[in-house]
């Protein structure tokens, strides 16, 4: 996989332990291990962790925009992986954790990685869905006691959920407004920039994280269906608060990815949740996903 290298961690499972081997055939010399829970790659001198909360099938209900034809063709079960994740970015200034999903798991997977959440110094949370900020809080207090948390600035307007949970960060809160795709973003720590992404939610933003010349696209929530959205970017879901939108930035973002060889995760991207996108040549305008362990 370009642009990142693979440490994938592991638990006492023995069908992941199986698929470990099976895959290091693939990967000789840089597969440790891997887990159902945790996935960790390099980008530079940042290790990035996926921390699973959720892997999981979803349904056609939440579709917006997929023809008949291309359900049987992509979908023909009409059930397709999907999942709820955060991100975790250990750097020399501090963990920083990209968005807190429900807050059931995520702490747990931490501190499989050796990290507390007394560690966390920075929170980048995508967009102010509850399973992206709902464990920004826990017991009505700032669940990561040392951290600043930072959402984008209409997003924060726009929910009063989001208002609540950040607020308990008293002083140690701050609403952005990210930059343009192919622009760079807004910089706002170094090795991190924020690229707007609207419409899932009014405020949507992608984080790009650079370091010594490698970089990775956390794009949260671009995709919920990759079997559909990836062949078809436009594909939406119940969920986008502008579907239209959403889809155009889709296409957008999937072409910048691909055109940059930019690997990228996702917050419903299924195990290992990062990898990469190219054209795919059987779907013109489509894409095709390459997930890091494959």
């Known amino acids: 996989m370009q642009g990142v290298k693979l440490i994938m ?9 199986l698929l470990s081997a099976a895959i290091a055939l693939l990967y000789p010399g840089r597969l440790f291990a891997s887990s159902a829970a945790v996935f960790t790659v390099k980008v530079g001198e940042l290790k990035v962790s996926m921390l699973s909360e959720a892997q999981r099938e979803s349904g ?7 023809s008949s034809a291309d359900v049987a063709k992509f979908i023909p079960s009409e059930k397709y992986p999907s999942a709820v994740a955060a991100y975790l970015v250990e750097s020399p200034e501090g963990a920083i954790l990209v968005d807190t999903g ?6 747990r997977n931490m501190e499989y990685l050796g ?3 007394g ?29 600043r948390a930072v959402i984008s600035r209409l997003d924060y307007e726009w929910s009063p959920q989001a208002r609540e949970h950040i607020e308990k ?3 140690r809160f701050e609403a952005i407004t990210p930059g343009e795709l192919g622009a760079g973003g807004v910089e706002i720590m170094k090795g991190v920039s924020a690229i707007a992404a609207y419409g899932h939610t009014p405020g949507h933003t992608m984080y790009l994280l650079e370091s010594e010349g490698e970089k990775l696209l956390i794009w949260g929530d671009l995709t919920h269906a990759m079997a559909i959205q990836m062949p078809r970017p436009g594909v939406s879901v119940t969920y986008d608060s502008d579907p239209v939108a959403a889809a155009e930035v889709r296409a957008s973002v999937l072409k910048f990815a691909s055109d940059g060889k930019i690997p990228v995760a996702g917050m419903h991207v299924a195990y290992p949740g990062i990898g990469t996108v190219e ?5 013109p305008g489509g894409y095709k996903f390459i997930p890091a362990s494959d």
Do not use: M, Q, W
């Open 60 to 66: 056609l209900d939440i579709l917006i925009g997929a």
């Open 279 to 283: 054209p795919d040549p059987e779907n």
């Open 9 to 17: 961690r592991c638990s006492a499972v023995s069908i992941v332990l």
């Open 119 to 147: 560690d966390v110094k920075t929170i980048l949370i995508t967009h102010a869905h509850g399973d992206h900020i709902g464990g920004l809080v826990k017991g009505g207090r700032a669940a990561y006691p040392n951290a």
């Open 169 to 171: 960060y008293d002083g």
């Open 102 to 107: 429900f807050g059931r798991e995520i702490d």
């Open 115 to 117: 990290v507390s959440a």
